[in-house]
């Protein structure tokens, strides 16, 4: 069992609901391509997935997948017509 971030439990089926719910934030907030924010946040959950202590985890991936966003939206090219 994980926690969320309001301190409420969370079940591990639970966890693909934040994820999902991230990946949607990160993708109105940066206009970033979803596929790269969830395959990101999949990718950093995975490296989470046999935490002991899971209390920050949701932070933890949040953070991370939120760092990788702002570096691809900073390198990327934007075509202007």
Do not use: W
């Amino acid at each position: 069992m994980i926690h969320g971030q309001q301190g409420t439990a969370v079940v591990p089926s639970q966890r693909g609901a934040q994820l999902h719910a991230l990946v949607i934030r990160l993708f109105r907030e940066y206009g970033a391509d979803d596929e790269l924010v969830d395959s990101a946040a999949d990718d950093v959950a995975g490296r989470y997935a046999d935490a002991r202590i899971n209390a920050f985890v949701p932070t933890l991936i949040e953070r991370e997948v939120r760092a990788l966003v702002r570096e691809r939206a900073a390198t990327s090219v934007i075509r202007l017509p």
